[in-house]
């Protein structure tokens, strides 16, 4: 847990970086070269993360001739759907997922119906960023005593924030909680952070030795429709109303969040509350 919330805070304070760096390039340079800076420089930052990457040697599993043999007269897949916190912790991560249905509007929704200025774009995109930064910090330490269902906690509880505040600005017509519209992406910033550390790390300790790849690989087969909940929300929003779009988003990351409070601990109960 810390060391991912580490990574993921420098990764985030290199992002930002990153951005004023395009900035200066696209401000002081003319089309298509600034591009180009721009896509060569990208290139070559993925040199060494390449080179990383197969410099990794992971160790096989341990597993027992036991396990060999019981996985082999039972099927792996009626083992990994017969495990009541796997089925429990997808329905979870499908229903978070959800959120993406209002995610892309929230801009469009500040500029043309709280008229708040375009300049309020640059003042979202940094309270985002900054919100992953310091709370990717502050999740590993969670993390590290308190587990993975802590931090999935968190998350499903930060991303119903989101569709809440701004149906509560909607219906407001605008004021004090126009004013603070950032908290939608504050709210964004610290759900997109528990990803990795809430619900793949809990996929990871609940999974049995031998069998993590398959959990893995499955639970992202069974989320990967959540692709396409933009256009859901699309659809959503263009046929009925902002107000309908933020109470179905709240209604499934909430429901979400319900479902996080059953989740089981993933740790035995003698480390629990520890580091």
């Known amino acids: 847990g810390r060391m991912l919330g ?45 080179i990383g990457i197969l410099l990794i040697r992971e160790p096989p599993p341990d597993v027992t001739e036991e396990q060999k043999e019981n996985q082999k007269r039972e099927s792996w897949t009626r083992r ?7 089925r ?19 801009v469009k929704h500040a500029q043309t119906v709280l008229q708040l200025p375009e300049s309020a774009i640059g003042d979202f995109i940094i309270a985002q960023t900054i919100t992953g930064v310091a709370i990717s910090a502050v999740l590993g330490v969670v993390h590290e005593r308190q587990g993975p269902r802590a931090v999935i906690r968190i998350g499903a509880a930060a991303a119903t924030v989101a569709p809440i505040f701004a149906l509560a600005a909607h219906l ?48 992202n087969s069974i989320v990967w429709p959540l692709t396409l909940a933009s256009v859901v929300g699309g659809w959503l929003l263009e046929t009925t109303s902002y107000t309908v779009l933020f109470i179905a988003t709240a209604v499934f990351v909430g429901a979400s969040f319900l479902l996080s409070l059953g989740l089981r601990s993933s740790r035995p109960a003698t480390t629990e509350g520890k580091p």
Request: proline fraction near 4%.
């Open 6 to 50: 580490i990574g993921q805070a420098v990764s985030g304070l290199i992002g930002i970086g990153a951005g004023a760096l395009v900035e200066v390039i696209l401000a002081h340079g003319s089309f298509p070269d600034n591009y180009a800076v721009i896509f060569a420089l990208a290139g070559l930052m993925l040199i060494p993360s390449s």
């Open 80 to 86: 990994l759907m017969g495990n009541p916190d796997y």
């Open 88 to 106: 429990q912790l997808t329905i979870c991560r499908i229903l978070i997922g959800m959120m993406a249905l209002a995610t892309p509007f929230y």
């Open 172 to 219: 407001s017509g605008g004021g004090w909680l126009a004013r603070t519209y950032s908290v939608v992406f504050v709210s964004l910033g610290i759900a997109n952070a528990t990803w990795i550390m809430g619900f793949f790390n809990y996929v990871l300790e609940i999974a049995p030795e031998g069998m993590r790849a398959a959990y893995v690989g499955t639970i």
